[in-house]
């Protein structure tokens, strides 16, 4: 089944489009057939498309809203320049959205029908920033596509559904979690549990039995625990903004600091929001970028005193959440890293496992140095009592394949 995986933004809009089924899902075979992005949608869009076996393509062109967006890439999947095997849209059976905030309500993926849809306007409350504009994507993929095609919506929220009470209660008045479901919900789900099941499929086990601890570092980073292939802890929380330092999220930080902050400096809590989500982390330690290879380069070249700490403290508080996790499970059979950083960066693998040895942790040199740019395999050295893995995440695979098992009525995997 040809699946269209759209991710899309306040301007922007993310695309792959996926050939999967049964088999191909078991083989891990699923074929990509074309994938990219559309940018600054609303102007002058900036447009980047990639299709197996053909040149990307690189181009400027107007595009008014995300309706236009989703018909030029459908129009372009089409072409002859393309060159995917598709002739006309009816040849795209579903579309699996990226919806950033399921609430307490989706602990899976749907279909989405009108009740759903429904629902998912009753919960922009929680994710005002994000999931209006997947709303927008279902509505205009529906316009564009027909409204005979199934459109499934695959949530970052819902993996992390089965977390215990004493990991999602905030110690706060009990009445802000019954009055508003102030709670940790956790986001990244849909990249912890594709890591977590290729996990199994690479060793063969099953969830049984099974403790993991995850690792997605990317621009937003996100620690998960996962036992028996559920959630029971992750880093993020009642947003994207608790946990790990990121790219440009503070991650962690006393709350006291925001009226502190905001007195002195002048600001409104709208500009505290941002300060904390766009100025901070590495970016704000470092004052000079979010993009961690930028900031190993400076280290590197010019010895960058605040791109050295910024790095320091990145991997230190990875390593404290590692520390926890591994106590909140009682041990793990494996650490996974993931994402950009995790999947590209040798330096700061090495950097957040050094001083792990205690807690049986120990990388072979030889094994991580070798496991860059989307290479998968495990880098613990002979003694490590926990498996060391690097495992690339594939986001919009899992969505693909979520898509197919909710239109087929499949069971679904992970
Ligand atoms: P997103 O969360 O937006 O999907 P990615 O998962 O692509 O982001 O991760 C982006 C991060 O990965 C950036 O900080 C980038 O610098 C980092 N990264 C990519 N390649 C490397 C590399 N070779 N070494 C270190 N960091 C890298």
Request: glycine fraction near 10%; hydrophobic fraction near 40%; charged fraction near 25%.
């Amino acid at each position: 089944m040809k699946i269209l995986v759209l991710n899309v933004g306040s301007s922007s809009v993310k695309f792959q489009l996926v050939e999967t089924d049964e088999a191909s899902i078991a083989a891990a075979t699923d074929r990509r057939l074309a994938r990219g992005q559309i940018e600054r949608i609303g102007g002058e869009a900036i447009l980047t498309l990639s299709a197996a076996g053909h040149e990307d393509v690189r181009r400027a062109h107007p595009l008014r809203d995300h309706t236009a967006a989703i018909e030029y890439i459908v129009g372009w999947l089409m072409s002859d320049e393309s060159g995917v095997p598709i002739t006309s849209v009816g040849e795209i059976e579903a579309v699996g959205h990226r919806v950033v905030h399921g609430g307490e309500r989706f602990s899976q993926s749907v279909r989405v029908d009108e009740k759903v849809r429904r629902q998912l306007e009753e919960l922009i409350d929680l994710a005002p920033l994000h999931n209006p504009h997947n709303l927008r994507g279902i509505a205009a993929a529906r316009s564009v596509v027909g409204p005979g095609v199934p459109q499934v919506a695959v949530f970052d929220t819902a993996f992390h559904h089965s977390l215990p009470e004493t990991a999602y209660v905030y110690a706060i008045p009990y009445q802000l979690y019954r009055r508003y479901r102030v709670r940790r919900y956790g986001f990244h789900g849909t990249s912890h549990r594709y890591i977590a099941y290729r996990y199994r499929q690479l060793t063969g086990r099953t969830r049984e039995g099974t403790k993991i601890l995850t690792l997605h570092l990317g621009n937003g980073a996100s620690a998960c625990a996962i036992v028996e292939g559920k959630s029971v802890d992750t880093s993020m929380g009642f947003t994207p903004l608790e946990g790990l330092v990121m790219g440009t999220r503070s991650g962690d930080l006393d709350p006291a600091i925001i009226d502190f902050v905001s007195s002195k400096e002048g600001l409104n809590l709208n500009e505290i929001d941002s300060l904390l989500n766009k100025q901070s982390g590495l970016l704000g330690i470092s004052g000079l970028t979010p993009d961690m290879r930028e900031l190993l380069a400076e280290e590197a070249e010019n010895g960058d005193r605040r791109a050295r700490l910024a790095i320091d403290i990145f991997c230190y508080r990875a390593r404290k959440y590692i520390g926890a996790y591994l106590a909140a499970m009682n041990g793990a059979d494996a650490l996974i890293l993931s994402g950009g950083i995790g999947e590209n960066s040798p330096e700061v693998r090495r950097r957040i496992c050094a001083g792990l040895e205690w807690m049986g942790i120990e990388l072979d040199d030889a094994k991580n140095k070798a496991i860059v740019g989307g290479g998968e395999g495990r880098i613990d050295g002979a003694k490590s009592r926990v498996e060391v893995w690097v495992i690339p995440t594939d986001e919009e695979l899992l969505i693909a394949r979520d898509t197919w098992r909710v239109v087929t009525g499949a069971e679904l995997q992970g």
